[in-house]
């Protein structure tokens, strides 16, 4: 069963992903490399959502799947946001970070399903 725990801590840290980005695009330096901001299974959330204490039956839900389809999803756009960033492009990157871009559209689906699952405790 998953831990209620692991999902609201997932919530607030994948909220401070914004803030991070943001401060790539402004400063130009960055805290983590744009590699391991792409894995999914870097983060505390996908250590855990990879990890064993999900049991393999839980592991088989829509819940589970869906979010880990979209934590992946997120990874992807948060690192090509730090692309951008990266490569000067601070236009590029704030218009994903902004309301309608693409980050801010993963981000609400991947917390909104996380709400969901927990929903289900």
Request: net charge positive; hydrophobic share 40%; glycine share 8%.
């Amino acid at each position: 069963m998953a831990n209620i725990e692991e999902l609201s801590k997932a919530i607030g840290a994948h909220g401070l992903w914004k803030m991070r980005l943001k401060t790539m695009i402004d400063t130009g330096k960055f805290d983590t490399p744009i590699e391991t901001i792409r894995m999914d299974d870097h983060c505390a959330f996908g250590e855990w959502l990879y990890g064993a204490t999900i049991t393999p039956k839980e592991k088989t839900t829509t819940h589970y799947k869906t979010v880990k389809e979209l934590h992946a999803e997120f990874h992807k756009t948060a690192a090509r946001v730090a692309e951008f960033a990266a490569a000067g492009n601070k236009a590029a990157a704030e218009r994903m970070l902004g309301n309608g871009g693409e980050f801010a559209a993963i981000s609400t689906k991947l917390v909104n399903a996380i709400m969901a699952w927990k929903k289900e405790y």
